[in-house]
């Protein structure tokens, strides 16, 4: 959907119609402006030609034109946490090849969800997916960085989880106090870095 989201955001014959992109793990909410019918903005949407499947998911902002972030965000992680040698198991690697698929190759914030911050990472080393626990945690500390199936992810805060926890890292990633309170935003490229 990143691919998908993008095209919509950057068609100049759609945004004067299009007030906001919502972007979903396998779906695109595409906002009507104001006063636009919706039928003139689903025959629009229909002439726009997707891009080819890539099975990564999208991106929001308020102008179309300008949100597809630039600056690429470095997640510095300490590799160290209680599910590393699972992940290892059940992706035939070794821990240390674990940490180089996991920083060796760029993931992009697909969406947001599950809580305030909380970024659903696509695009990474596909060696990496992983199911979610058996059993999830009652309580993942803030600053975790999980895997499960073909996302990576970082706790913004205290919460339940069931992702395979890697690492973790001291960048918050969620500050009530900041503009916008979210560090990754859909559509930015992120690079995990071994701390």
């Known amino acids: 959907m990143v691919d998908l989201a993008d095209l919509v955001r950057s068609d100049t014959g759609l945004a004067d119609l299009v007030e906001d992109v919502v972007p979903g793990a396998r779906t695109l909410l595409v906002r009507a402006a104001p006063g636009v019918p919706l039928g003139r903005l689903r025959d629009r949407l229909a002439d726009t030609s997707p891009p080819a499947a890539t099975g990564s998911t999208g991106s929001t902002g308020d102008d179309l034109r300008e949100q597809v972030p630039t600056a690429e965000v470095e997640v510095p992680v300490t590799y160290d946490g209680p599910d590393l040698a699972e992940v290892a198991r059940h992706t035939g690697l070794r821990e ?18 599950f809580a305030p911050g909380f970024a659903y990472l696509v695009g990474g080393d596909p060696r990496l997916r992983v199911p979610r626990r058996d059993r999830p945690r009652t309580t993942v500390p803030a600053g975790a960085v999980g895997l499960a199936g073909e996302f990576s992810g970082v706790y913004p805060r205290p919460s339940p989880g069931g992702w395979q926890l890697i690492g973790r890292t001291d960048l918050p990633v969620w500050d009530l106090d900041l503009d916008p309170p979210a560090l990754l935003a859909p559509g930015a490229t992120v690079r995990f870095r071994a701390a």
């Open 96 to 113: 240390d090849e674990v940490v180089a698929a996991h920083t060796g190759t760029p993931w992009r914030v697909a969406f947001g969800g």
